[in-house]
């Protein structure tokens, strides 16, 4: 086949360096029965190696000239070709077709990342662990700790389903074509679920985005309708506080008091 063009609507920058690439399939540390998916295979920097080691893998790519690259040089006994987006796949059913705990692997999208990491937050339920690079600003957001600007919605969110650790940095060196960013290898754990102990997660994830809509205003004004001066402050939080400055306990609190 003709050598693939990388398509800057997919955010394809493909991972060349052979170090990296034997430092991340050695962090995966993978059995041979183990039930990994990649998501965005691309030309199979990690797909090849990590068949090495497995017995199977499947993978979800959305490039069509890829998907035809990858059925035609692997065997279909030894991986699965999901065609499609994703941001929309149902990755919990590759959990209970198997029936044991799915880990996740992938060279994410720099454009898509953000909405794929809360898509793939949704099934923690069902995953034993995720590995992920990613543009290091996103990863370096993802572990912030309160009060410096980092810290956001989304550290927020996954910190509260998952314990993650920066395990790899990455040089836009080590991409073809190379990338205008930096990246970071991020290895995410779901927590069990009796330490996920907000009442109502759908109003957990509302109160999180209504603080952060506005991030440089104090809660007071952010977390207006929601909660008043008197019930922060009874809650030992103080109104003029903006959302950076709280943990991701304060806003289990916060929004236990509500329900």
């Known amino acids: 086949m003709p050598p693939h063009l990388a398509r800057k609507r997919f955010g394809q920058h493909f991972l ?5 690439i034997a430092d991340i399939v050695d962090l995966l540390a993978v059995r041979r029965d183990d039930l990994l998916v990649e998501i965005g295979p691309g030309l199979g920097a990690l797909t090849t190696p990590l068949l090495r080691r497995l017995d199977h893998l499947q993978v979800v790519e959305i490039d069509r000239d890829i998907i035809a690259r990858l059925r035609q040089g692997f065997s279909p006994e030894k991986l699965t070709v999901h065609a499609g987006d994703a941001l929309v796949f149902d990755f919990g059913q590759l959990a209970r077709d198997a029936g044991s705990g799915l880990r996740v692997v992938g060279n994410l999208p720099y454009n898509i990342s953000t909405p794929l990491l809360f898509h793939l937050a949704g099934f923690a339920h069902c995953v034993r662990d995720m590995h992920f690079m990613l543009q290091k600003e996103v990863v370096e957001r993802m572990v912030a700790r309160p009060g410096g600007r980092e810290f956001g919605r989304l550290s927020v969110m996954l910190q509260y389903r998952f314990v ?13 074509p190379v990338p205008r960013v930096h990246s970071a290898v991020v290895r995410l754990l779901p927590r069990p679920a009796a330490e996920l102990s907000a009442h109502d997660e759908k109003q957990f994830a509302a109160l999180v985005s209504a603080a952060f809509a506005q991030r440089r205003k104090m809660l007071r004004n952010s977390l207006r309708g929601l909660l008043n001066d008197a019930r922060l402050e009874a809650l030992g939080v103080s109104p003029t506080c903006r959302a950076e400055d709280l943990s991701v306990e304060d806003y289990i609190r916060l929004v236990n008091a509500m329900a």
């Open 164 to 176: 993650m650790d920066r395990l790899l940095d990455v040089p836009p060196e080590a991409f073809n």
């Open 16 to 20: 060349v360096d052979q170090k990296i």
